[in-house]
């Protein structure tokens, strides 16, 4: 075979690989330099390898409260609106839970209330963008079956007080992961749906990176 057709032969088969792989490989794969950052994050890192301050954890627990607090009420709403596909569970706002554990580590009302939210969110219109946020919210629960393990070290305690976000990550994660990837494989092989969740997904990933790096001091999630 000359090596125009060996080129071609080749080319065909990539392209085939990926009609071959499913709308979940594809995001998974799409998003993996990003996810990775997110584990070398400072304080992510810090908090698996034992190192993290309470204060620290804290200020982290606030990041997410400010995240999540406006995201959670898109995700409601756009649910309610664009997903007419029945699902097993729906999604689970993370506020109240973060707020909860928020107020166990001595967080005060006021202190709660003045919590900065993040504004800079991606845009949920289509089931696509919905579906593409949800992967994101949803996979993250699998990380924090993991972060668990972390935080119950790091409080020392086996009470939940504190993190119960992460328990639920544990206890009830799964359902709304599985739920969610129906609603992925829902999209079948449709490429402009796939790369429309891509996108959001991404962008979801970015946004939260973006605003945990300008929430939280570099200094604060220095070694304890
Ligand atoms: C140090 C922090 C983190 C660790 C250790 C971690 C770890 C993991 C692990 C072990 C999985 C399961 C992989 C599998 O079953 O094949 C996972 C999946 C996932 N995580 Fe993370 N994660 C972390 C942070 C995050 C964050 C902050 C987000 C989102 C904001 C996130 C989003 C996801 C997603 C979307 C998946 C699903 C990947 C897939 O398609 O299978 N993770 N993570």
Same mark, same amino acid.
């Given at each position: 075979?000359? @090596? ?9 088969q ?16 799409e ?28 200020? @982290? ?11 959670d ?20 706002p ?6 909860? %554990?928020?107020?166990?580590? =001595? ?13 800079? &969110?991606? %845009?949920i219109?289509s089931?696509?963008? &919905? ?24 409080? =020392? ?8 976000y /992460?328990? /639920? ?7 709304? /992961?599985?739920?969610t990837? *129906? ?12 790369? *429309? ?5 991404? *962008? ?6 973006? /605003? ?6 570099? %200094? ?5």
């Open positions: 075979m000359d @090596l125009d057709r060996q080129r071609h032969k080749a080319r065909r990539v392209a085939s690989d990926n009609d071959a792989r499913s709308a979940h490989d594809i995001l998974r794969a998003t993996a330099a990003i996810h990775k950052r997110l584990h070398a994050d400072a304080t992510f890192s810090a908090l698996l390898d034992g190192r993290l301050s309470r204060k620290d954890y804290e200020s @982290l627990m606030c990041g997410m409260y400010g995240f999540y607090r406006p995201l009420e898109m995700i409601c709403s756009a649910e309610r609106d664009l997903i007419s596909i029945p699902r097993t569970v729906t999604y689970q993370r506020g109240p839970m973060l707020a909860n %554990d928020l107020s166990a580590l =001595g967080v005060d009302a006021d202190l709660l209330a003045s919590i900065l939210t993040c504004q800079d &969110l991606p %845009d219109t089931p696509a963008d &919905l579906t593409g946020v949800l992967y994101v919210v949803d996979g993250a629960t699998r990380g924090g079956v993991l972060l668990n393990n972390c935080v119950s070290r790091l409080l =020392g305690s086996q009470s939940t007080a504190g993190r119960t /992460w328990d /639920w990550c544990r206890q009830s994660g799964g359902a709304h /992961w599985r739920s990837r *129906q609603l992925i494989n829902h999209f079948g092989r449709d490429k402009a749906a796939i790369e *429309q969740m891509t996108l959001v997904a991404n *962008q979801t990933f970015s946004a939260f990176e973006n /605003w945990l790096a300008a929430v939280i001091e570099p %200094d604060e999630a220095a070694m304890v």
